[in-house]
C-alpha cells in the first residue's frame, strides 16, 4: 500500500485541466451545432438514467465548483489525500444525481445553444481561475463535504472527472476520438493504478498500463526479480473504464483489451475503484 498519495507537479496539473477544458468546451460547442443537436441532448448517457443533458451539465457543474467556491471559508473538516478522495467519492453519488438535474432542468434545459452558452460559462470560470495566482498557492486548501484538500489535489480530481465524463460523452454521441491531453490521461491512469494498489495491498500482481503506470497490488508472494507470475496489461482508456465501472472486465479480457497471465491477475473482485 503506497504510503501516501502520489504528488503531481501543480503546474503540469494547472496545464492539463486548461486543455482539457478547452478540449470539453469544443465536444460540447460541436455536439450542440449538430442539426441532430435536440435528439442527441436526449440520447441515454449510459450512466443510470441520464440523458446526455444532464451528463454536460454534471461536466458544467465540475469545471465550475472551483470558481463558486474558492473563497468558502474553511470549517476545519479532516484532511483528505487523493487516494482517500477516489476511496470515498461514491458517497456523493446522490448529491451529484441531484445536482446534474438540478441543472439539467435549470440553466441546462434549453435548446442546444442555450447549453453551449451555458458550458462556455462553466469553462471561462476555471480558466480563468487556472491562469490566477490563487492556485499557485501549494498550502492553500479547499473542502468539499469529503473532507479538506489541497487545491492543487482538488484539481487532480477535476482531471478525473474531465477525463473520465468526456470518454463518457464520446462514447454516449458517437464521433471521433476525444482528443485527451496526455497529461491528464496520464495523472488519471496513474491515479486509478495507485488506488488499486491501495485497495489490495501486496506484491502477487503487477499492473502495467503503458506508458504511464506500473504498481504491484495484491496480496501474496512478492515478485523481486525477473518475469512477474501474475501481470495485468492495458491501455489506459480500457483501464480507467475498468476502474470506473465503465468496462467489465471479463469482457475486455475475452476482447483482448486486457492481457490478464497468472492465477492472481483476475482483478474483477477489487474493481471498480471509483463509482
Not at 485497495?199 to 508472494?221: C, F, I, K, S
Request: glycine fraction near 8%; charge should be negative.
Amino acid at each position: 500500500m503506497p504510503a501516501k498519495s502520489r504528488t503531481y507537479q501543480p503546474a503540469k496539473v494547472r496545464a492539463a485541466l486548461a486543455a482539457q477544458t478547452g478540449a470539453l468546451r469544443a465536444a460540447v460547442r460541436q455536439l450542440c451545432a449538430r442539426p441532430d443537436a435536440a435528439d442527441l441532448l436526449e440520447r441515454p448517457a449510459g450512466l443510470g438514467e441520464w440523458r446526455v443533458r444532464e451528463l454536460v451539465a454534471h461536466l458544467a457543474v465540475q469545471l465550475d465548483w472551483v470558481p463558486a467556491h474558492l473563497d468558502d471559508p474553511l470549517e476545519g473538516r479532516p484532511p483528505l489525500d487523493l487516494l482517500h478522495w477516489v476511496a470515498r467519492v461514491a458517497e456523493s453519488a446522490p448529491l451529484l444525481d441531484a445536482g446534474a438535474r438540478e441543472h439539467a432542468a435549470g440553466g441546462f434545459g434549453g435548446d442546444p445553444a442555450a447549453v453551449a452558452a451555458a458550458f462556455d460559462r462553466a469553462a471561462d470560470a476555471l480558466l480563468a481561475v487556472l491562469a490566477g495566482p490563487e492556485v499557485a498557492d501549494p498550502e492553500r486548501r479547499f473542502e468539499i463535504r469529503l473532507g479538506s484538500m489541497l487545491l492543487s489535489d482538488l484539481l487532480v480530481t477535476r482531471l478525473v472527472e474531465t477525463v473520465v465524463h468526456a470518454d463518457d460523452l464520446t462514447r454516449a454521441v458517437g464521433g471521433a476520438a476525444f482528443p485527451h491531453d496526455r497529461q491528464a490521461l496520464a495523472a488519471v491512469t496513474r491515479l486509478l493504478a495507485d488506488a488499486l494498489a491501495d485497495r489490495a495491498p501486496g506484491g502477487a500482481v503487477e499492473l502495467r498500463v503503458p506508458p504511464y503506470a506500473v504498481v504491484q497490488a495484491v496480496e501474496g508472494p512478492r515478485h523481486t526479480r525477473g518475469t512477474p507470475p501474475n501481470v495485468v496489461e492495458t491501455d489506459p482508456l480500457t483501464w480507467i473504464r475498468l476502474a470506473t465501472g465503465r468496462a467489465d472486465w471479463a469482457a475486455e479480457v475475452e476482447a483482448a483489451a486486457v492481457s490478464a497471465s497468472g492465477e492472481r491477475s483476475d482483478l474483477r473482485t477489487y474493481l471498480p475503484l471509483l463509482g
